[in-house]
């Protein structure tokens, strides 16, 4: 979800994220699919946050990508990936 100061906005179609192997040991891939027009020429803000809400890595992607996870602790993570007023997320499980 999205949310602004005057509603809550479900995540459209516009932009999506498949990240694979999850659970996660070391590495994640990440794919980052843009289905609009606007979005496919620019590049994504992606962030990994915990259970708490700390932010663990901040960057900026487009495609396919890798991130190393190997220093985590187990637990449960948040990717969140932000292009314009598009937002996705993704639970992550790293072992």
């Given amino acids: ?9 479900e995540y459209d179609d516009c932009l999506q ?15 980052i699919e843009r289905n609009c027009t ?3 020429q620019s590049s994504s803000d ?11 890595y901040r960057g900026s992607h487009k495609g396919v990508f890798e991130l190393d996870l190997s220093a985590y602790a187990p637990g449960l993570y ?3 990936i932000h292009n ?4 996705a997320a993704q639970k992550l499980i790293k072992l």
């Fill in 84 to 87: 314009g007023n598009r937002y």
């Fill in 46 to 56: 992606v962030q990994i946050v915990n259970y708490q809400g700390k932010e663990m």
């Fill in 17 to 31: 994220a498949n990240v694979w192997p999850n659970p996660v040991r070391n590495r994640i891939h990440v794919e």
């Fill in 38 to 40: 606007v979005l496919k």
């Fill in 78 to 80: 948040f990717l969140r």
């Fill in 1 to 9: 979800m999205t949310f602004n100061t005057t509603s809550i906005q």
